[in-house]
T-cell receptor, first 115, second 112 residues
Framework: DADVTQTPRNRITKTGKRIMLECSQTKGHDRMYWYRQDPGLGLQLIYYSFDVKDINKGEISDGYSVSRQAQAKFSLSLESAIPNQTALYFCATSDTGTGGTDTQYFGPGTRLTVL | KQEVTQIPAALSVPEGENLVLNCSFTDSAIYNLQWFRQDPGKGLTSLLLIQSSQREQTSGRLNASLDKSSGRSTLYIAASQPGDSATYLC???????????FGTGTRLQVFP
């Protein structure tokens, strides 16, 4: 079984709809991250969480919100989806900070299309 | 603001060739640098992590080097195989931060 899972894997929605993307991990890591990937732009950090009570904005948090329901679960919400939020979204986890020797482990991604 | 650039954006080589992927970053104050592999429809897989105090890391046919002062890293793939076909991403972690800054990737195709 995958250590980091994301649901749904694919989603098509309409402008203005509220969307929630979910991430679960079985690695027992404290730190979780949400990224989006756009063609030609690499991955950009949306939000990250160092533990259940700690939430931090990343580079491109506008239009997004997150919820850390438990150590193993980190959800990303688009309150009112717009077409330029069409992208591939990745969740990741790490045990300690990436400033140490631990890497981040990524989920398989969610492809979101906003019409 | 840290910027990470990868050249070339795409590369197509015949099986068996040795090849080099390049990554450059604008701020040399990094804590570490990582190389990831991304396969279509899948997430990223970490290949190698180099601490700022290290010069290189090796794993099998992969060797990553780091020249922090010049803001460069290379990923060397020996005896390339079709199974190496994927997008390769490099990412840096800045000092006093837990954030990965990614490059835009090199899309590699190795044909038989």
């Amino acid at each position: 079984d995958a250590d980091v899972t994301q649901t749904p894997r694919n989603r098509i929605t309409k402008t203005g709809k509220r969307i929630m993307l979910e991430c679960s991990q079985t690695k027992g890591h404290d730190r979780m991250y949400w990224y989006r990937q756009d063609p030609g732009l690499g991955l950009q950090l949306i939000y990250y969480s160092f533990d259940v009570k700690d939430i931090n904005k990343g580079e491109i948090s506008d239009g997004y919100s997150v919820s850390r329901q438990a150590q193993a679960k980190f959800s990303l919400s688009l309150e009112s989806a717009i077409p330029n939020q069409t992208a591939l979204y990745f969740c990741a986890t790490s045990d300690t900070g990436t400033g140490g020797t631990d890497t981040q482990y990524f989920g398989p991604g969610t492809r979101l299309t906003v019409l | 603001k840290q910027e990470v650039t990868q050249i070339p954006a795409a590369l197509s080589v015949p099986e068996g060739e040795n090849l080099v992927l390049n990554c450059s970053f604008t701020d040399s104050a990094i804590y570490n640098l990582q190389w990831f592999r991304q396969d279509p429809g899948k997430g990223l897989t970490s290949l190698l992590l180099i601490q700022s105090s290290q010069r290189e890391q090796t794993s099998g046919r992969l060797n990553a080097s780091l020249d922090k002062s010049s803001g460069r890293s290379t990923l060397y793939i020996a005896a390339s195989q079709p199974g190496d076909s994927a997008t390769y991403l490099c990412a840096v972690t800045g000092n006093n931060t837990d954030k990965l800054i990614f490059g835009t990737g090199t899309r590699l195709q190795v044909f038989p």
